[in-house]
């Protein structure tokens, strides 16, 4: 199976983005692609850099793409989950544990989280520590608050738990 790539410029830094050709298997903070990976034209890969310029202009609140991450069952249902916080919103693990159906799995959610092979798109930058300060995040803290920060902007929602970052 031929697996498709680009990468995509943004205030966040480079992305990588990968496909299968039918949907987006990837989206990550830079990264070295394999060089095994095709970068042959791929419509998913054009949609999905269109909808995070857009998503990068304050213009999309929610992405409408194909997805195909690769997982394990739990992180799978954590991934879905995550797709569920409203834009500019955020949960902290504790919620999105009980979320899941598992109150007392905030740990292994938190892993699954750190997990996700499709940051932005699967909205895991939203998911923030019980006392509302941010906690971990693959692409660093300083995208996390860049990407929290450019939600409350576009979205003019004044979050309480986003006051204390």
Excluded at 31 to 42: L, V
Excluded at 75 to 100: C, F, K, S
Aim: include cysteine; hydrophobic fraction near 40%.
């Amino acid at each position: 199976m031929t697996t498709f790539m680009t990468t995509v410029d943004s205030p966040v830094g480079p992305l990588l983005l990968t496909s299968d050709g039918t949907a987006l298997t990837r989206l990550l903070f830079a990264g070295e692609p394999d060089p095994s990976w095709s970068t042959d034209a791929c419509p998913v890969l054009v949609r999905a850099s269109l909808q995070l310029e857009e998503y990068f202009r304050g213009e999309r609140t929610d992405f409408d793409l194909p997805l195909d991450p690769a997982g394990t069952p739990f992180q799978l249902t954590v991934w879905l989950a995550l797709r569920d916080i409203p834009y500019a919103g955020t949960i902290n693990y504790g919620q999105l544990a009980t979320q899941v159906g598992n109150p007392r799995a905030s740990r292994a959610v938190g892993l699954a989280n750190g997990r996700n092979p499709i940051s932005i798109v699967v909205p895991c930058h939203r998911v923030i520590g019980a006392d509302g300060s941010l906690t971990g995040y693959g692409g660093g803290l300083d995208r996390k608050r860049a990407l929290l920060d450019l939600e409350r902007r576009t979205s003019g929602v004044d979050d309480p738990q986003l006051s204390l970052l």
